[in-house]
């Protein structure tokens, strides 16, 4: 089966959002991941809802699958790269804000899911501390989420306080397995930092799995590669996606890549279908 392919917005940072649509929905992606920033869909916005109207309107009439992404760097705090975070001393709540906010923007838009992550850990509070604050922001934002019938992906990321596999199933553990707290899998990330080989990393999140990002990347280097300029064996990762029964959006993130964003797209899905093996479809250059 084709793997249904989408791609980061966050990597279209210059374009207009309803341009970046276009282009995606033009070189034949089948969705994206939007990220909420200030450039394209501001959750802190005084006019959001017709915002988001206006893009649920679009994604419909270009036929694209979305994932909301809640990574932005600066939407919370001017100075400080993702910050705050669900671990915040001081600050978690606005945390939980934004993802509430995401929550309601997911239900608008009919989105697959809710993509987040637990933030660095910063202070010297003992770990149980930090889980006990990270379990009860996502309790929080679960409440909602299940009663507007969104599912939640959480991320684990590099450099952060759950930062594997193994941080996801302790977290949902402390959680009570909820059905609607998956895992957002970066093929990246799985290279970058677990011990076990990148498809079996596949399969061990299958079960959870609510979302896939992917890109290439090198061990213990967390960097967003275009794929060939890494170290992952693409064909097998994709032969383990198909095996999971995964049929969400498989999104490309490159996040550092918007200067030749078109290009990058279209290089990227070239790659993917090749390495699912599904045949071109004759994509049309893109200068």
Known sequence: MRPRLGYGTNGFADHRLEDALAVLAGLGYDGVALTLDVRHLDPFAPDLPRAVGRVAARLAELGLSVVVETGARYLLDPWRKHQPTLLSE????RRVDLLLRAVRIAEDLGAQAVSFWSGTAIGAEPPEVRWDRLARGCAEVLRLADERGVTLAFEPEPGMFVDTIAGYERLA??????????IMLDIGHCRCLEEEPVPACVRRAGPRLAGVQIE???RGVHEHLEFGAGEIDFPPVMRALEETGYRGLVSVELPRHGHDAPGAARRSLEFLRAAAGVPSRGLEEVT
């Open 173 to 182: 553990a402390r959680l009570g397995d909820p059905e609607r707290f998956g």
């Open 216 to 218: 290439d990347m090198r």
């Open 90 to 93: 001081d600050g978690a709540g």
